[in-house]
């Protein structure tokens, strides 16, 4: 029984909801040292510590054998065949073995640097959808604007402009703003006095980066009236967020004041409250979540993780994620230590006569697939 639902678990061919790029050129060791480590978004000054890792353990475990060599070869060593390759070759390895037939791809941070949506579909043979980010929206709006009276409507028409070809949005709130603070709906009015504000700064000498809260939060009222599923970022993450701002539960009044539009809502990675997201994706219809990133970084300790998520968040809201960016490894690993962590976890439970095999079956392809099939109305 057991093995039967290993080997469903290992041919599921997964939808990753949240996911960027692959880096699209060469880089330094260095930079791929950085890119073990999330709090810190700083080069590191000894970057060579991001080798003493759960999650760059994990790697040399699962991608190794992708590049040829043996499970736990050294760093060193893994360094020195990952730069024979190139990250063009590991990218295609990486991203076909992580079994994903579809990439909901966010595209926008630093795009330049990593493969677009239709580079990732061909590289991998799969398909890859785009995420528009709500700020990134606002940035490219305020650079253009003539007279910030007008943000309201401008905003709402290029969002709807830029997300006629996407599936969903995204915010990244959690790293401008937080959570803790007054998330309800602010009058064009006070949109109009927020924009002239940013405006002035720009002119100023200041960079277009937002962070105006009452900007922030008309991004997030626009994002879900537009009516597509609105991603937010929760939890981990660079240390450029305070993650004590984080917690999802500061998100339930906002929850409340949509939860009657049916937008759904995502709350990405949500580590390290993963309970509590849970209990909000049990409280709200809306409400989805993921456990990404963090299972990466976890490495093994993706597996109490992984067994976590599935404590009280109904199984028809938690969708699979990698959150990979940069080095296709973490495309390829995210999948890797997910299957794995599904397989420990409801294995033992089907094992100890808890569960019954199809139920399992039936878990594993929710989680994997058909829940953000569902939710993105893909296919
Ligand atoms: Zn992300």
């Known amino acids: 029984m057991a093995a039967d639902l290993d080997e469903f678990i290992d041919q599921l061919a997964l939808v990753d909801h949240h996911v960027h790029g692959a880096f699209r050129d060469d880089g330094a060791e260095s930079r791929f040292q950085n890119s073990?480590?999330?709090?810190?978004?700083?080069?590191?000054?000894?970057?060579?510590?991001?080798?003493?890792?759960?999650?760059?353990?994990?790697?040399?475990?699962?991608c190794a054998p992708l590049l040829d060599l043996p499970v736990h070869v050294a760093a060193q060593d893994y360094w020195r065949r990952r730069s024979e390759i190139g990250e063009a070759?590991?990218?295609?390895?990486?991203?076909?073995?992580?079994?994903?037939?579809?990439?909901?791809?966010?595209t926008g941070f630093r795009t330049d640097d990593f493969l677009s949506p239709a580079e990732m579909a061909r590289l991998s043979g799969g398909s890859a959808r785009e995420i528009v980010r709500v700020e990134t929206?606002?940035?490219?709006?305020?650079?253009t604007i003539g007279n910030p009276n007008d943000y309201a409507d401008a905003f709402r028409n290029l969002l709807s402009e830029r997300t006629v070809d996407a599936i969903?949005?995204?915010?990244?709130?959690?790293?401008?703003?937080?959570?803790?603070?007054?998330?309800?709906?602010?009058?064009?009015?006070?949109?109009?006095?927020?924009?002239?504000?940013?405006?002035?700064?720009?002119?100023?000498?200041?960079?277009?980066?937002?962070a105006d809260p009452t900007l922030l939060r008309f991004g997030l009222h626009a994002a879900v009236d537009l009516g597509l599923p609105l991603q937010l970022h929760v939890g981990l993450g660079d240390r450029d967020l305070d993650l004590r701002a984080v917690n999802p539960l500061h998100l339930i009044e906002f929850l409340r004041a949509h939860e009657e539009t049916g937008v759904p809502i995502l709350l990405l990675h949500c580590y390290p409250y993963e309970r509590e997201a849970g209990y909000l994706a049990q409280a709200f219809e809306t409400v989805h979540m993921d456990v990404g990133l963090a299972v990466n970084h976890l490495g093994v300790q993706s597996i109490p993780l992984i067994a976590r998520s599935l404590e009280l968040a109904p199984f028809g809201k938690l969708l699979y994620a990698s959150?990979?960016?940069?080095?296709?490894?973490?495309?390829y690993l995210g999948a890797a230590l997910w299957r794995r962590g599904m397989r420990e976890t409801l294995g033992g439970w089907v094992d100890a006569g808890d569960w019954s095999a199809p139920d399992a079956r039936r878990v594993v392809q929710m989680i994997g697939r058909d829940n953000a099939r569902r939710v993105y109305r893909l296919g």
């Open 323 to 331: 959150d990979a960016i940069g080095p296709a490894e973490l495309h």
């Open 89 to 106: 070759e590991i990218a295609r390895r990486m991203l076909t073995h992580a079994g994903v037939s579809e990439w909901l791809v966010d």
């Open 137 to 143: 929206v606002a940035e490219q709006l305020i650079t």
């Open 168 to 210: 969903g949005t995204k915010s990244v709130i959690a790293y401008r703003a937080g959570f803790d603070l007054d998330l309800s709906r602010p009058s064009d009015t006070e949109v109009a006095t927020a924009a002239a504000h940013w405006c002035d700064e720009q002119s100023a000498g200041g960079t277009a980066r937002l």
């Open 36 to 62: 073990l480590n999330e709090g810190n978004s700083e080069s590191l000054i000894d970057p060579s510590t991001g080798y003493n890792s759960q999650l760059a353990f994990a790697l040399r475990r699962w």
